[in-house]
């Protein structure tokens, strides 16, 4: 049974730095998978942030966090992270990590491509 979990969530100032964590039990890292981040402010859709694909050589940005973020991996720990630097009010939302079962290149913004999800992480950004 695959499974995600997210952490790293919580209260930062505008400007300040948090890295996240998705740790995946079974196989849900594994091969040419894709793990995406997105989040989901209250009455809005779910926005594609970041993926990559789990044996390397591909990441993507949305333009939101383009420059500002960094999604990484370790093999060892299964788990991904997404570090988001320069946080803005506007970053206030719950962060989810999801899991493809395959390789989603031309789809991996979509929330749809992806099969597996954690329960999420709350980040919230204000003085």
């Known amino acids: 049974q695959e499974q995600l979990v997210e952490s790293g969530g919580g209260l930062v100032q505008p400007g300040g730095t948090l890295r996240l964590s998705c740790v995946a039990s079974g196989r849900a890292f594994s091969g040419s998978r894709f793990v995406g981040w997105f989040h989901q402010a209250p009455g809005k859709e779910r926005e594609f942030l970041a993926a990559?694909?789990?044996?390397?050589?591909?990441?993507a940005y949305a333009d939101s966090v383009k420059g500002r973020s960094t999604v990484s991996r370790d093999s060892a720990k299964t788990t991904v992270y997404l570090q988001i630097n320069n946080l803005r009010p506007e970053d206030t939302a719950m962060y989810y990590c999801?899991?493809?079962?395959?390789?989603?290149?031309?789809?991996?913004?979509?929330?749809?491509?992806?099969?597996?999800w954690g329960p999420g992480t709350q980040v919230t950004v204000s003085s």
């Open positions: 999801a899991a493809s079962l395959r390789g989603i290149t031309s789809s991996q913004t979509s929330a749809r491509a992806y099969d597996y």
């Open positions: 990559l694909k789990w044996n390397g050589g591909h990441t």
